[in-house]
């Protein structure tokens, strides 16, 4: 089973990035997908779900910015960041979970600096 986020790099305060998380080797429709993030010295905190049902829920942090998505037929989920801050910046992990069985990704980096 594989993970591969993509589509982190270096962003301006006020950008935009989309990052994108394929799936292999699992039924993609049944599992909730979620985003963490990792800043440097930092805990591991989760920023958005999205259920198998679309539903989808942020953190306080990012609510009305950031937005997850999924499309079961490309086995993929997505976060589409708007409005990015300083803050923002850490590694960026994508996580599939169904029941008991959970898959992360690698992580991809993304910063936010001018």
């Known amino acids: 089973v594989q993970l591969v986020e993509s589509g982190g790099g270096l962003v301006q305060p006020g950008g935009s990035l989309r990052l994108s998380c394929v799936a292999s080797?699992?039924?993609?429709?049944?599992?909730?997908m979620r985003w963490y993030r990792q800043a440097p010295e930092k805990r591991r905190e989760l920023v958005a779900t999205?259920?198998?049902?679309?539903?989808?829920l942020y953190a306080d942090s990012v609510k009305g910015r950031f937005t997850i998505s999924r499309d079961n037929f490309q086995n993929t989920a997505y976060l589409q960041m708007d409005g990015m801050k300083p803050e923002d910046t850490a590694i960026y992990y994508c996580?599939?979970?169904?029941?008991?069985?959970?898959?992360w990704g690698q992580g991809t980096q993304v910063t936010v600096s001018s």
């Open positions: 996580h599939a979970q169904n029941l008991g069985t959970q898959y």
């Open positions: 080797e699992i039924i993609f429709s049944h599992y909730t």
């Open positions: 999205i259920t198998t049902d679309h539903d989808a």
